[in-house]
């Protein structure tokens, strides 16, 4: 299974886990969407600095975010990043952090065309 594969944001299954509050997930959404940036800006600067360490770091912290909010494809794609982190595999490090690039501007999108209260 590809970590395209996996939906971008599982909506349904992130409310659930806040007992159906829909302000509460309003509230994780937005502040995902205002942190995931900040996120890959680190991420992609310790790749700069071939900061393994880092790159653990916030792959994992990521892949938190990401799983509070129901970001499944991305959770997945830093899941692998932070594993890969502790391999010299610089090349497949890079390509991951491109690729998880657009995985984040197309999960921001899904969220923002629909708010956790849209059905």
């Not at 790159?55 to 997945?76: E, N, P, Q, W």
């Not at 610089?90 to 065309?113: C, F, P, Q």
């Amino acid at each position: 299974m590809t970590n395209d594969s996996f939906p971008l944001w599982q909506k349904e299954n992130a409310l659930q886990r806040l007992a159906g509050n829909h302000a509460l997930l309003n509230r994780v959404v937005e502040m995902f969407i205002n942190q995931i940036d900040e996120k890959y800006v680190t991420l992609t600067q310790a790749l700069i600095e071939k900061n393994q360490e880092k790159i653990r770091f916030t792959s994992h912290a990521i892949k938190g975010v990401s799983g509070d909010v129901g970001a499944d494809r991305l959770r997945h794609y830093a899941s692998l990043l932070e594993l890969l982190s502790a391999t010299d595999n610089w090349a497949k490090i890079e390509e991951e952090i491109t690729s998880m690039a657009s995985v984040i501007n197309a999960t921001k999108s899904e969220m923002t065309d629909c708010p956790a209260n849209c059905s």
